[in-house]
């Protein structure tokens, strides 16, 4: 059954692949302009004309000449300093979609039927054998270095999920035909074609379903471990993928109410703060709400039940992390160099956020672009966006797993990770409690704790576990085969810091 399984994901995956050469592109003079901003049509035209009426099959010379003509206009209005008549409109995407002809975009349903059940069924028929199977872990090795484990298979999973990231967040013209086979999807649930964005979540949501069924299996004896794995799994479906779109249909701006500033980094970013004015009462609560979930939801919930309230059961990119990334988590790095590291660097990021968002308000309200005459808060939007909303969060965040382990971003660059680890650290009930005497010093809880604590010194120790990176995902007491972890909440005075 499982080699059934895994012919229909590699089979899926090769279709997939071989979608993206599955359409014709042919721009013509209707669509160029029915596509294009009649403001831009002038500017646009001289060099788009080169492509009328020429079909080609190659998508990444067709969308490469439109991102050309419109980079080089945008470049003689930054010589002239004409920057409110650039064009930042994505015309490559929006006329390599409209000028695709063939069998993607002829039969989006079948083929996309096709593929995804292809996908699930094999993922399901991988799966599901293991409920004959012992629950937990294996101590098999698979994994546990990606360089050497299964013929460097760590590092092309890796090379292959970071190369995804790079075309999704800076190349989606080069995905067209992966995005056109989500339009019916996307017109049922919001009413318009689909973006590069709602492919990822929508794969992002597959991901977490499927990878979530997994672990249900996998840990199926230990009740917190189900709790907390069909948490992720319903917060993503309904929450982060579901209700935007739905508001969207509504004419709502779209929102994922369990996100939270300074995640969400955009939150107080002025189209966004207009846009929810501008939808009344409803835009507004989502406004209010979001203040509200970060300045009272975090330090309140954090206080009683630790930062797992957040990272470990509602948060989008802990539960990737905690389904598709768990056969990666023991590749965390348990050094104290890498502890270092980390503190530094996930602070830092923090007050990156808090910084640019800064700016950002002192631009909304006074309407001046520069802090101080020479910090452009302008720029410091652009580079937190390009370095941490895309670099970090994204090709280095998720693309890593199989080579630096599941929380990467979490562990080292999530400023809303930071924020909760310092009221956890000094002001929670939250503890992992151990009993040094019970401790056989297996190992497995350090070897399998993704944020790379070393939790067997501590319970050699008998000492609670009160680190401001522990995101209480419970596995180490899950593997420990002598009960000597237990996640517990308390008296704060009783914590031993």
């Not at 599941?406 to 992992?432: D, E, T």
Request: include cysteine; charged fraction near 15%.
């Amino acid at each position: 059954m499982k080699n059934i399984g895994i012919f229909l994901i590699v089979g899926s995956l090769l279709l997939w692949i071989g979608a993206l050469f599955g359409n014709t592109f042919e721009l013509t003079e209707d669509i160029f302009t029915s596509e294009v901003k009649e403001e831009h049509q002038q500017l646009l035209r001289p060099e788009l004309e080169k492509l009328f009426n020429k079909p080609t099959n190659n998508i990444f010379t067709f969308s490469s000449t439109i991102k050309g003509a419109r980079e080089s206009i945008n470049a003689e209005f930054d010589k002239e300093k004409k920057y409110d008549q650039k064009i930042f409109e994505n015309y490559e995407l929006q006329l390599s979609k409209a000028s695709g002809t063939g069998l993607i975009s002829n039969q989006k349903v079948l083929v996309f039927g096709l593929i995804f059940s292809m996908l699930i069924l094999g993922a399901l028929f991988f799966i599901l054998p293991d409920l004959k199977l012992l629950p937990g872990i294996k101590n098999d090795g698979i994994f546990h270095h990606p360089g050497t484990s299964v013929k460097w298979l760590g590092i092309t999973l890796g090379a292959l999920l970071i190369g995804f990231y790079i075309l999704l967040y800076f190349f989606p013209h080069f995905i067209t035909n992966w995005i056109l086979l989500l339009d019916p999807l996307s017109n049922l649930m919001n009413g318009g074609n689909a973006s590069q964005w709602f492919l990822y979540g929508f794969l992002y949501t597959i991901a977490v379903l499927v990878m979530g069924i997994r672990m249900l299996i996998k840990y199926r004896h230990n009740k917190y471990q189900l709790f907390r794995t069909s948490s992720v799994m319903f917060f993503q479906l309904i929450f982060a993928f579901m209700i935007p779109e739905i508001l969207v249909k509504l004419n709502m701006p779209s929102a994922d109410l369990k996100n939270m500033w300074p995640l969400d980094y955009s939150f107080f970013f002025d189209y966004r703060i207009d846009e929810k004015i501008e939808a009344g009462t409803l835009g507004i609560f989502m406004f209010v709400w979001g203040i509200i979930l970060f300045a009272v939801g975090v330090p309140v919930l954090t206080y009683f039940y630790g930062k797992r309230w957040y990272c470990s059961w509602v948060c989008g990119c802990g539960g990737l992390a905690e389904t598709l990334g768990d056969p990666f988590r023991q590749l965390s790095d348990k050094s104290l160099k890498a502890w270092k590291i980390e503190r530094w660097l996930i602070h830092l990021v923090l007050v990156f956020a808090v910084v640019m968002t800064a700016g950002v308000l002192y631009t909304y309200f006074t309407g001046n672009t520069s802090i101080f005459g020479f910090i452009d808060t302008g720029s410091l939007r652009y580079y937190y966006g390009f370095a941490i909303g895309s670099i970090f969060s994204g090709v280095v965040g998720t693309g890593f797993y199989p080579l630096m382990g599941n929380r990467v971003w979490c562990r080292f660059g999530c400023p809303l990770a930071a924020y909760l680890g310092i009221v956890q650290r000094f002001k929670s009930r939250f503890r992992i409690t151990t009993n040094g005497g019970q401790c056989i010093s297996c190992g497995n809880c350090s070897t399998y704790c993704e944020q790379g604590i070393d939790v067997r010194w501590y319970a050699q120790r008998g000492q609670d576990i009160v680190r401001s990176s522990c995101v209480g995902c419970g596995i180490c007491s899950a593997v420990c085969p002598r009960g000597v972890l237990n996640l517990e909440t308390g008296p704060e005075a009783s914590r031993n810091i």
